[in-house]
């Protein structure tokens, strides 16, 4: 399925009670699609995003993190983060956005390394009382598909990735790559 063209405007409440306008009128909106609360290549990625978050702002960017658990599951695992995490338990905004889920998520070979040291990551930081152990039934299931949208002030999809694996979304150098290279077209 492709990408909406548009984003139609709307606010959406952060697990954090915050407000969040989606697409933001002040700066772009890089939309990101995660799997579950506690996903151990979610959190290593997302963990990526907050090192550079002051890079990513600078570019103009907010980051705004859809799950597929509940706001309640979230705060558990991502209370931490200072991102504006969306809880979407019922994947409204997944179907919107055309977002999958499928066994490749987990079963697709590319994704085993980052896998693997996602796990132990997990484990030390649970061991270390950093971070609870991720669930072992997560809400929703395992095998959600990441997948990342830039959002212009304007509603327009700029660019857009869907991910064929658990690991297969944009890194922050590549966020960063699209971001100037889309502005300079629109």
């Not at 909406?4 to 009128?25: I, K, N, Y």
């Not at 830039?150 to 979304?169: C, F, N, S």
Request: aromatic share 6%; with cysteine.
């Amino acid at each position: 399925m492709p990408p909406p063209a548009t984003v139609p405007a709307r606010t959406l409440v952060a697990v954090s009670g915050d407000e969040v306008p989606v697409p933001d009128p002040d700066c772009l909106v890089h939309l990101q699609f995660r799997r579950f609360a506690g996903c151990p290549v979610c959190n290593l990625h997302l963990r990526s995003v907050v090192a550079r978050q002051a890079e990513i702002r600078a570019a103009g960017i907010r980051e705004v993190v859809v799950f597929h658990s509940s706001a309640e599951e979230l705060r558990t695992y991502t209370g931490d983060l200072q991102l504006d995490v969306i809880a979407d338990p019922q994947r409204d905004l997944y179907r919107e956005f055309g977002v999958e889920s499928a066994p490749r998520a987990l079963l697709d070979p590319r994704a085993w390394r980052t896998i693997a040291r996602a796990v132990v990551s997990e484990i030390v930081a649970n061991r270390r009382d950093e971070r609870p152990a991720p669930p072992a039934r997560p809400e929703g299931g395992r095998l959600g598909l990441p997948a990342d949208f830039l959002i212009a002030p304007d509603g327009e999809v700029l660019a857009a990735k869907y991910g064929v694996h658990a690991d297969d979304q944009w890194s922050v150098d590549e966020l960063l790559a699209v971001a100037p290279n889309v502005m300079e077209r629109s």
